[in-house]
């Protein structure tokens, strides 16, 4: 379920708790499925369950995560309206900011830039 | 209920002349995970030492549960578990025979767990120790570490002659154990990747002192490589506090930064009119860095 | 042929301890000579030259084990000419040590006999005997020197019982037979020349193919009827013995009683020697508390004792170990001393030679917590001339036997006093500075 790179500089709690956003924003992970638990996650990627579990109290705090007694998380039942427009782009502003910079790099101009954009989209609808 | 696995307090080592410990102060919670990071002759293997009292510190105090390290009863020392850089294991004993040996010495040792993991690991306990390979050799010390569930494990260079499965399987074993959070690990390694993995806590001893000690994700938080760009005049006029090092070519610079926070990335923008573009670092690079 | 050179200056220079001893050997044998001029036919006039031999030979004794070390590591594959460079620094090595003695015998022999060492010029037929006798010492001596590194080899790099033996029975053999050639002088050139060639010959050829002969190993291995190999079962009770190294005293009894008894075939004529020999052997064993400090760390984390009941532990386990050993030894002694028709007062002050050889050796083994440096390392040696002495001493005749009490009390109370030294150093022991020494690993992974 999650790809986690311990050498890449973000933080491995940071890592969880990225994906687990994205994977509840596109309904992968839909609400009251079970995520794995901290024991599991940590020896089956060999990463410090404190982490992971940092990673898991962090979501529970935003709301995205169910936390039931003696049972794994749960993906929160609300989490996916909760995760209205302004949370679903802020998932997207990293790759924003990077694809912005290289444009400004490579000395396109904003107009440049979003004919690009427009175009990805449109395939992407095919 | 003491929940310091281990406290110590300016704690110093001089062999002779030589000063290989120098003023450190430090706390081990129980579940922490602590990887200690440093060159070689930084000092790893003298504090790991020290702290378990097989060596008395020249200066400062060091206690492990409660207990000054030079002193630990024996509650206390059947509570630890530490694995050795060289092994202390009996060569004319056979695998089976060495476990026993060791394990007559505690009163409770969990012989399910050991046999579990001598099948997983691989280790043929009637094999004789003086005709096995050095990295069987360090899984069966790390064993001996293992069976009476110590509250506080120490490892110096566990897995230095172990190939990347065996090192695998240990690192699964290692958090498994670490899992309820209950006990306090403390390994010493050069495979940076390792500790990555399974530290919280990060130490880099560096000349004897202690250049950093804290959670391993404030580190990665707190050393960055910024790539800033601007005016090649004022790059080259930039200076920004806390620096590693400092590259500039052009309208580009490079700078590795300790010290870092999100706040100082708006506040160098506005003051030199340059744009900053922050880049984290891993493990390996930060400790490279920080050598410089 | 300057890395032979290089390697021959190493084994002489290596440590500070052999640099000294080579150059203070070197001075004693000169300043020899100027006493065999001035003060002729004097008693002691060998004395000096004799104190520079030990010393010599002691100054190289790093050289068995470097080249050993040397002879087994991979970077001897790849030197061109390895193994033959090695063999000749082994070579070379033992004709320096052995030329002194031949140098000297000349002009020892004109001050033996009251000359001059001006009569050599003088007198050709004299310079050519003394040349001769000085040849025959010289091959003599070469013999000697290269048996005595053997015994050493096997000693120092072979950690066990069975180095042990070999090594002793080495010395044994070394010590006895050439000991009685040299005192009736009844070498020749040829004979000694052809024994070195024979003997060097066959040690080339063997060392040279060893990599090919190394299946043939498996047999010089003692048979594991002692059970060097140990099962849990016999052990229980015992963790800290086995821990400590004290486990089995019959290993260290059959290792002894090898040599000691083809001493006794051969030696019992020269009642003193035989008496030295068992003393050595005393010693020995309890030269195997040299380790005690280093493995009792395996047991700081392990057992419920300060630093202080650590020691008193391990003082038992050892003397649980070497009392037993003690004991066949003495009753050794006494059986084939009194088979043989030995003097009986000779064997009643073997007694407490024996347990003073003991106990001198444990507690200086103790005292072991931070290498070996000067300190320890003297002491060693002065012990044992002590040892060494009283033998000498019984044999010259009854009236020294005052002599000989005041000797032994001293090393008593020597005992003592080395124990308490220990105690407190094991008191304060820091591990860091007291580890194992790597054994190198005999198998590769």
Same mark, same amino acid.
């Given at each position: 379920?999650?790809?986690?790179?311990?050498?890449?500089?973000?933080?491995?709690?940071?890592?969880?708790?990225?994906?687990?956003?994205?994977?509840?924003?596109?309904?992968?992970?839909?609400?009251?499925?079970?995520?794995?638990?901290?024991?599991?996650?940590?020896?089956?990627?060999?990463?410090?369950?404190?982490?992971?579990?940092?990673?898991?109290?962090?979501?529970?705090?935003?709301?995205?995560?169910?936390?039931?007694?003696?049972?794994?998380?749960?993906?929160?039942?609300?989490?996916?309206?909760?995760?209205?427009?302004?949370?679903?782009?802020?998932?997207?502003?990293?790759?924003?900011?990077?694809?912005?910079?290289?444009?400004?790099?490579?000395?396109?101009?904003?107009?440049?830039?979003?004919?690009?954009?427009?175009?990805?989209?449109?395939?992407?609808?095919? | 209920?003491?929940?310091?696995?281990?406290?110590?307090?300016?704690?110093?080592?001089?062999?002779?002349?030589?000063?290989?410990?120098?003023?450190?102060?430090?706390?081990?919670?129980?579940?922490?995970?602590?990887?200690?990071?440093?060159?070689?002759?930084?000092?790893?293997?003298?504090?790991?030492?020290?702290?378990?009292?097989?060596?008395?510190?020249?200066?400062?105090?060091?206690?492990?549960?409660?207990?000054?390290?030079?002193?630990?009863?024996?509650?206390?020392?059947?509570?630890?578990?530490?694995?050795?850089?060289?092994?202390?294991?009996?060569?004319?004993?056979?695998?089976?025979?060495?476990?026993?040996?060791?394990?007559?010495?505690?009163?409770?040792?969990?012989?399910?767990?050991?046999?579990?993991?001598?099948?997983?690991?691989?280790?043929?306990?009637?094999?004789?120790?003086?005709?096995?390979?050095?990295?069987?050799?360090?899984?069966?010390?790390?064993?001996?570490?293992?069976?009476? =569930?110590?509250?506080?494990?120490?490892?110096?260079?566990?897995?230095?002659?172990?190939?990347?499965?065996?090192?695998?399987?240990?690192?699964?074993?290692?958090?498994?154990?670490?899992?309820?959070?209950?006990?306090?690990?403390?390994?010493?390694?050069?495979?940076?990747?390792?500790?990555?993995?399974?530290?919280?806590?990060?130490?880099?001893?560096?000349?004897?002192?202690?250049?950093?000690?804290?959670?391993?994700?404030?580190?990665?938080?707190?050393?960055?490589?910024?790539?800033?760009?601007?005016?090649?005049?004022?790059?080259?006029?930039?200076?920004?506090?806390?620096?590693?090092?400092?590259?500039?070519?052009?309208?580009?610079?490079?700078?590795?930064?300790?010290?870092?926070?999100?706040?100082?990335?708006?506040?160098?923008?506005?003051?030199?009119?340059?744009?900053?573009?922050?880049?984290?670092?891993?493990?390996?690079?930060?400790?490279?860095?920080?050598?410089? | 042929?300057?890395?032979?050179?290089?390697?021959?200056?190493?084994?002489?220079?290596?440590?500070?301890?052999?640099?000294?001893?080579?150059?203070?050997?070197?001075?004693?044998?000169?300043?020899?000579?100027?006493?065999?001029?001035?003060?002729?036919?004097?008693?002691?006039?060998?004395?000096?030259?004799?104190?520079?031999?030990?010393?010599?030979?002691?100054?190289?004794?790093?050289?068995?084990?470097?080249?050993?070390?040397?002879?087994?590591?991979?970077?001897?594959?790849?030197?061109?000419?390895?193994?033959?460079?090695?063999?000749?620094?082994?070579?070379?090595?033992?004709?320096?040590?052995?030329?002194?003695?031949?140098?000297?015998?000349?002009?020892?022999?004109?001050?033996?006999?009251?000359?001059?060492?001006?009569?050599?010029?003088?007198?050709?037929?004299?310079?050519?005997?003394?040349?001769?006798?000085?040849?025959?010492?010289?091959?003599?001596?070469?013999?000697?020197?290269?048996?005595?590194?053997?015994?050493?080899?096997?000693?120092?790099?072979?950690?066990?019982?069975?180095?042990?033996?070999?090594?002793?029975?080495?010395?044994?053999?070394?010590?006895?037979?050439?000991?009685?050639?040299?005192?009736?002088?009844?070498?020749?050139?040829?004979?000694?020349?052809?024994?070195?060639?024979?003997?060097?010959?066959?040690?080339?050829?063997?060392?040279?193919?060893?990599?090919?002969?190394?299946?043939?190993?498996?047999?010089?291995?003692?048979?594991?009827?002692?059970?060097?190999?140990?099962?849990?079962?016999?052990?229980?009770?015992?963790?800290?013995?086995?821990?400590?190294?004290?486990?089995?005293?019959?290993?260290?009894?059959?290792?002894?009683?090898?040599?000691?008894?083809?001493?006794?075939?051969?030696?019992?004529?020269?009642?003193?020697?035989?008496?030295?020999?068992?003393?050595?052997?005393?010693?020995?064993?309890?030269?195997?508390?040299?380790?005690?400090?280093?493995?009792?760390?395996?047991?700081?984390?392990?057992?419920?004792?300060?630093?202080?009941?650590?020691?008193?532990?391990?003082?038992?386990?050892?003397? =649980?170990?070497?009392?037993?050993?003690?004991?066949?030894?003495?009753?050794?002694?006494?059986?084939?001393?009194?088979?043989?028709?030995?003097?009986?007062?000779?064997?009643?002050?073997?007694?407490?030679?024996?347990?003073?050889?003991?106990?001198?050796?444990?507690?200086?083994?103790?005292?072991?917590?931070?290498?070996?440096?000067?300190?320890?390392?003297?002491?060693?040696?002065?012990?044992?001339?002590?040892?060494?002495?009283?033998?000498?001493?019984?044999?010259?005749?009854?009236?020294?036997?005052?002599?000989?009490?005041?000797?032994?009390?001293?090393?008593?109370?020597?005992?003592?006093?080395?124990?308490?030294?220990?105690?407190?150093?094991?008191?304060?022991?820091?591990?860091?500075?007291?580890?194992?020494?790597?054994?190198?690993?005999? =198998?590769?992974?």
């Amino acid at each position: 379920m999650f790809v986690l790179k311990p050498q890449s500089g973000v933080p491995i709690y940071r890592q969880i708790r990225d994906q687990v956003r994205r994977l509840v924003a596109s309904g992968q992970l839909a609400p009251g499925a079970e995520l794995p638990s901290v024991r599991d996650l940590a020896v089956r990627h060999a990463v410090n369950p404190m982490t992971v579990s940092k990673a898991y109290s962090l979501l529970e705090a935003e709301g995205l995560l169910e936390r039931n007694r003696g049972r794994p998380m749960t993906v929160a039942s609300q989490a996916r309206n909760s995760s209205h427009l302004s949370k679903r782009l802020q998932q997207v502003q990293p790759l924003v900011e990077q694809t912005v910079l290289a444009a400004k790099q490579l000395e396109l101009s904003e107009t440049d830039l979003l004919k690009s954009v427009r175009q990805n989209w449109e395939n992407g609808d095919e | 209920m003491n929940d310091m696995a281990v406290q110590a307090s300016h704690l110093s080592k001089s062999f002779g002349p030589k000063r290989v410990i120098d003023d450190l102060s430090f706390e081990v919670s129980r579940g922490d995970v602590i990887g200690v990071l440093g060159k070689n002759g930084a000092g790893k293997t003298t504090l790991l030492e020290l702290m378990l009292g097989f060596t008395p510190p020249s200066g400062g105090a060091v206690s492990v549960f409660g207990h000054a390290s030079g002193q630990l009863p024996g509650g206390v020392k059947s509570r630890v578990g530490f694995v050795p850089q060289q092994d202390e294991l009996l060569d004319q004993l056979s695998v089976a025979d060495q476990l026993k040996v060791i394990a007559s010495f505690y009163g409770a040792w969990d012989a399910n767990l050991i046999e579990r993991l001598c099948a997983e690991w691989r280790l043929d306990p009637k094999a004789r120790i003086k005709s096995m390979s050095v990295g069987e050799r360090q899984k069966l010390s790390i064993l001996l570490a293992f069976g009476h =569930r110590p509250d506080l494990l120490v490892l110096d260079e566990p897995v230095a002659s172990l190939d990347p499965m065996a090192r695998r399987q240990f690192l699964e074993q290692l958090v498994d154990a670490s899992a309820d959070g209950q006990r306090a690990i403390i390994f010493s390694s050069h495979i940076v990747s390792d500790i990555e993995r399974l530290a919280n806590r990060i130490w880099i001893l560096k000349d004897g002192r202690l250049d950093w000690h804290g959670d391993l994700d404030s580190l990665k938080e707190s050393v960055v490589r910024l790539h800033i760009r601007g005016v090649a005049q004022v790059l080259a006029g930039l200076s920004v506090p806390g620096a590693l090092s400092q590259r500039h070519e052009g309208a580009f610079a490079t700078v590795v930064v300790r010290d870092w926070t999100p706040a100082r990335q708006h506040s160098i923008e506005e003051s030199a009119a340059v744009e900053v573009e922050v880049e984290s670092l891993g493990l390996e690079e930060i400790f490279l860095e920080l050598h410089r | 042929m300057s890395t032979v050179a290089r390697l021959v200056y190493s084994y002489f220079m290596c440590t500070p301890m052999t640099r000294a001893l080579t150059l203070g050997g070197l001075a004693l044998y000169v300043f020899s000579l100027y006493v065999m001029a001035s003060w002729p036919q004097s008693e002691h006039m060998l004395a000096f030259a004799a104190a520079g031999q030990i010393a010599l030979f002691l100054g190289s004794a790093m050289m068995p084990l470097m080249f050993g070390r040397i002879a087994q590591s991979k970077a001897m594959v790849l030197l061109p000419h390895g193994r033959l460079k090695l063999l000749f620094s082994a070579l070379i090595t033992v004709a320096i040590i052995a030329a002194p003695a031949g140098l000297v015998t000349p002009f020892a022999y004109v001050a033996g006999n009251s000359g001059k060492f001006s009569d050599l010029s003088k007198y050709p037929q004299l310079r050519d005997f003394t040349v001769n006798l000085g040849l025959v010492i010289y091959t003599s001596s070469c013999i000697l020197a290269g048996w005595l590194y053997v015994a050493m080899w096997f000693l120092s790099s072979q950690r066990n019982m069975a180095g042990l033996a070999k090594g002793l029975l080495v010395i044994v053999f070394t010590l006895f037979l050439p000991a009685r050639e040299i005192r009736e002088l009844s070498g020749t050139i040829a004979w000694n020349l052809q024994a070195l060639a024979v003997v060097w010959t066959i040690f080339g050829a063997g060392f040279l193919c060893w990599p090919r002969l190394r299946m043939v190993r498996a047999w010089w291995r003692l048979p594991d009827l002692l059970g060097t190999q140990t099962s849990a079962r016999r052990t229980s009770g015992r963790e800290v013995d086995l821990i400590l190294g004290t486990r089995n005293p019959w290993l260290m009894i059959a290792a002894l009683t090898l040599p000691l008894v083809i001493a006794s075939r051969i030696g019992t004529g020269v009642p003193a020697v035989w008496l030295f020999f068992l003393t050595i052997f005393s010693t020995v064993t309890g030269a195997i508390a040299g380790q005690a400090a280093e493995r009792s760390r395996a047991l700081w984390l392990r057992r419920d004792w300060s630093r202080a009941e650590i020691f008193l532990q391990a003082e038992r386990s050892f003397w =649980r170990h070497n009392s037993v050993v003690l004991g066949v030894l003495l009753a050794l002694m006494v059986m084939i001393g009194s088979y043989s028709g030995l003097p009986l007062n000779l064997l009643a002050a073997g007694i407490p030679l024996l347990v003073l050889g003991t106990v001198l050796s444990t507690y200086l083994g103790f005292m072991i917590t931070r290498g070996i440096r000067w300190p320890e390392a003297s002491l060693g040696i002065a012990i044992m001339l002590a040892l060494m002495a009283i033998p000498l001493l019984l044999e010259a005749g009854n009236a020294n036997l005052a002599v000989v009490c005041a000797i032994e009390g001293c090393l008593a109370v020597l005992a003592f006093i080395l124990r308490s030294i220990a105690r407190r150093r094991w008191e304060q022991i820091d591990w860091s500075q007291c580890r194992p020494a790597k054994v190198l690993s005999t =198998r590769q992974a």
